[in-house]
């Protein structure tokens, strides 16, 4: 099994940075494929970010493209998820997720951390 605890959210105002940190444990992080979510009170989650295990290849949604960056550290069993210029609508429970298998972007992977809340002040 792997366990993933996000950490870094909080309270900011709009246009500025916050940086989400997940550390894994349990088995083998740097097999894993890795992928940032998000869900905000009454909709539905939605895909943020993802990573290969390798860190090579990365993609982001649309909404948040330019603006938020993954990244990883193997040696740390760590992902990031770096967030600038943030807006009101980024409000939302950010969700770390990790999958053995191809980067997606579809909600298909295989471990979940409880999340960690970010709020933007407009």
């Known amino acids: 099994q792997v366990q993933l605890v996000e950490s870094g959210g909080g309270l900011v105002q709009a246009g500025g940075s916050l940086r989400l940190s997940c550390t894994a444990s349990?088995?083998?992080?740097?097999?894993?494929?890795m992928g940032w979510f998000r869900q905000a009170p009454g909709k539905e989650r939605e895909f943020v970010a993802a990573?290969?295990?390798?860190?090579?290849?990365?993609y982001s949604a649309g909404s948040v493209k330019g603006r938020f960056t993954i990244s990883r550290d193997n040696a740390k069993n760590t992902v990031f998820l770096q967030m600038n210029s943030l807006k009101s609508e980024d409000t939302a429970v950010y969700y770390c997720?990790?999958?053995?298998?191809?980067?997606?972007?579809?909600?298909?992977?295989?471990?979940w951390g409880q999340g960690t809340q970010v709020t933007v002040s407009s």
């Open positions: 997720a990790a999958r053995q298998g191809r980067m997606t972007m579809k909600v298909e992977y295989d471990y």
């Open positions: 990573i290969s295990w390798s860190g090579d290849s990365t």
């Open positions: 349990g088995r083998t992080f740097s097999t894993y494929t």
